[in-house]
């Protein structure tokens, strides 16, 4: 003779199943966040700089600017800076602001004409080639481009190694 569920197998499962869907309420957005990344943007987004006209030429200017950098879901306004060198009346190309040896923040040297690392004495002529170690490779640059008289960066590009960075001049 089969007996219907008595009141204990009944709460039982009911404690079961309402567990069951706490952890899938829970579970499924974690599993989600863990194993499916926002897809990341391959896009270049260029930040306007500095008026080209306003720059002396064959002199950097070190430039502060903002960016927006997303970090997965959360995007993050950040002060970063590029040496902008402008080579022509329509031309001008920016090296990024650490350098290749540690990352230390470089500056420009009026009097010897190179900038000079100052935590471990590296220089880099103004195109950003290594003249004096021990930075293993030219400084990195920002991806540049000029339009209707400003300058405009992208993203960093690595040099490298063998000449004067990979961004566009």
């Not at 270049?44 to 306003?54: G, R």
Request: glycine share 10%; charged share 20%; hydrophobic share 40%.
């Amino acid at each position: 003779m089969l007996q219907g569920p008595d009141r204990r197998n009944f709460l039982v499962l009911a404690i079961q199943g309402l567990g069951a869907v706490i952890a899938g309420a829970l579970g499924l957005p974690a599993l989600s966040y863990l194993f499916a990344p926002p897809k990341a943007k391959n896009d270049v987004a260029w930040i306007e700089v500095a008026d080209l006209a306003k720059l002396p030429a064959g002199e950097p200017a070190e430039i502060i600017f903002s960016h927006k950098r997303v970090d997965g879901w959360k995007v993050v306004t950040e002060k970063t800076s590029a040496w902008v060198v402008k080579t022509g009346e329509t031309e001008a190309f920016a090296l990024a602001p650490a350098c290749t040896h540690l990352g230390c923040a470089y500056h420009w040297k009026h009097d010897s004409k190179e900038f000079t690392c100052p935590c471990h004495a590296s220089s880099f002529s103004i195109d950003g080639k290594v003249q004096a170690g021990p930075a293993p490779r030219p400084l990195d640059r920002y991806e540049s481009r000029v339009v209707n008289g400003k300058v405009q960066v992208g993203r960093v590009v690595a040099s490298d190694g063998a000449g004067a960075g990979g961004g566009k001049a």
